[in-house]
């Protein structure tokens, strides 16, 4: 079931059960950072036990947050979050049986924990072990399907054995050597979710200051099998990248659709 999101603070020491709030423990909260929602969006704490020591915890760390009445149960047992995924996720079909994301970077798993809630076989890869034991901790306020955390680099990751992942999301600086990567390894069915720059935004933004972070032209051309979507998202850019499917003329040569580039 999909973890929901919601602007309730649940800081018991035990789950909330039916009530629709995100539960993160008063002891955890100081350390949990990445399982609030962003620094601007004030966070609501249900009027508990341990209600007002979470309003000046929070206030301590420099989040705006006031204490608000426990909101009507709710029936279906869904569980909460307050953190947010990009849109491009809601949008996902739900997976068939033990289809595959591989996500990249996975920093501290959100990305990783909202598939697996949604049914996919998630393996999560990060080069720092002390990212993958953040996700870990935050998972452990969930009950998801089990995840595959892996202290790896990315493109090590991604490069290695055949074609497996229906999914691939990295939300990280973007690595112009993920194209030629994905170039080899990403089904026909399957998507890739990547945060980068265009060449246009840089100019309008002046972010990133490298130009290795940008998704350009060229690199867009050097990859005639993808077809490249880009879009923005409040401050965020990505790059949604699909193999071309294949078609046949008759004769039996194989062409391709029609590449489609918003860059």
């Known amino acids: 079931m999909q973890i929901r999101l919601t602007k309730f603070l649940w800081p018991g020491e035990e789950s909330p059960g039916s009530i629709e709030a995100a539960w993160i423990p008063l002891s955890l909260i100081n350390s949990m950072p990445y399982a609030l929602p962003p620094q601007a969006v004030p966070i609501d704490v249900l009027d508990c036990a341990q209600g007002l020591q979470a309003v000046e915890t929070l206030s301590q760390m420099g989040r705006k947050a006031s204490l608000v009445k426990i909101p009507v149960p709710c029936e279906d047992g ?3 979050r307050l953190w947010d995924v990009p849109a491009f996720l809601y949008r996902l079909p739900l997976p068939s049986q033990n289809e595959q994301a591989l996500c990249l970077g996975c920093g501290s798993g959100r990305e990783a924990i909202f598939l697996a809630s949604l049914g996919w076989k998630v393996t999560a890869v990060d080069h720092l072990p002390e990212a993958i034991e953040i996700a870990k901790k935050l998972e452990s306020l969930y009950s ?12 090590q990751a991604l ?10 999301t990295s939300l990280m600086h973007f690595q112009p050597q993920m194209l030629s990567l994905l170039n080899r390894h990403l089904p026909y069915s399957a998507e890739a979710l990547i945060e980068t720059w265009s ?3 840089q100019i309008r933004t002046g972010s990133p200051k490298s130009k290795s972070h940008i998704l350009t032209q060229a690199l867009v051309m050097s990859c005639p099998d993808l077809e490249f979507d880009y879009w923005e998202e409040q401050d965020r850019a990505y790059a949604v990248i699909r193999r071309r499917s294949p078609r046949y003329e008759e004769g039996g040569e194989m062409r391709f659709e029609n590449r489609k580039v918003e860059i």
């Not at 998801?144 to 493109?155: A, G, N, R, Y």
């Not at 490069?159 to 999914?167: D, S, V």
């Open 199 to 201: 060449e246009e935004r």
């Open 144 to 155: 998801v399907p089990p995840i595959q955390w892996l202290v790896k680099d990315s493109l």
């Open 78 to 80: 869904a569980e909460y």
């Open 159 to 168: 490069g290695e054995g055949p074609p497996q992942y229906q999914l691939v």
